[in-house]
């Protein structure tokens, strides 16, 4: 809801499907919240500095129906690519630099242990846990209390 620096945002129909799909409106004023794709350069820089032992990745679900995924692996600014946190100050002037990965195009709603995810799905995690350097813990694929995977 709020502004400041966001350098995965997607001001474009995949930032819209991502609302839309993930329901991602404010609960009390119903504007659109900012989406984007997953940023693992700040996670892993919210992981070290907070000592996370494990990650919870929700709302799988809403990248079911995508043909290609992305995920923020780095940032470039001025020709250069850094894998690392710049100072808050410099945030707003980088660009993201992208992995693509292939989608699922299946649904992932109805998978209630890691196995149960489609291959590209687990793929992606797996992926995503690499690049955070923290080991996933719980995945959820749905708003329900037995959409949670513990994994």
Same mark, same amino acid.
């Given at each position: 809801?709020?502004?400041?620096?966001?350098?995965?945002? &997607? &001001?474009?129909?995949?930032?819209?499907?991502?609302?839309?799909?993930?329901?991602? /409106?404010?609960?009390?004023?119903?504007?659109?919240?900012?989406?984007?794709?997953?940023?693992?350069?700040?996670?892993? /820089?919210?992981?070290? &500095?907070?000592? /996370?032992?494990?990650?919870?990745?929700?709302? *799988?679900?809403? &990248?079911?129906?995508?043909?290609?995924?992305?995920?923020?692996?780095?940032?470039?600014?001025?020709?250069?690519?850094?894998?690392?946190?710049?100072?808050?100050?410099? *945030?707003?002037?980088?660009?993201?630099? /992208?992995?693509?990965?292939?989608?699922?195009?299946?649904?992932?709603?109805?998978?209630?242990?890691?196995?149960?995810?489609?291959?590209?799905?687990?793929?992606?995690?797996?992926?995503?846990?690499?690049?955070?350097?923290?080991?996933?813990?719980?995945?959820?694929?749905?708003?329900?209390?037995?959409?949670?995977?513990?994994?």
């Amino acid at each position: 809801m709020g502004g400041g620096p966001f350098p995965t945002e &997607l &001001l474009d129909q995949d930032g819209k499907r991502l609302q839309q799909v993930g329901d991602e /409106y404010g609960a009390t004023t119903k504007r659109p919240r900012r989406c984007g794709w997953l940023d693992t350069v700040i996670i892993r /820089y919210g992981a070290t &500095l907070n000592g /996370y032992t494990g990650i919870a990745i929700t709302k *799988l679900d809403v &990248l079911d129906s995508f043909e290609k995924i992305k995920i923020c692996k780095a940032y470039e600014r001025d020709g250069v690519t850094a894998t690392e946190m710049p100072d808050t100050f410099d *945030l707003g002037t980088v660009r993201a630099v /992208y992995e693509e990965w292939e989608g699922w195009k299946e649904p992932s709603t109805k998978a209630r242990k890691w196995d149960d995810l489609p291959r590209n799905a687990q793929a992606y995690l797996r992926r995503v846990q690499e690049l955070v350097e923290v080991p996933i813990k719980y995945v959820s694929v749905g708003p329900q209390r037995e959409n949670m995977i513990v994994v």
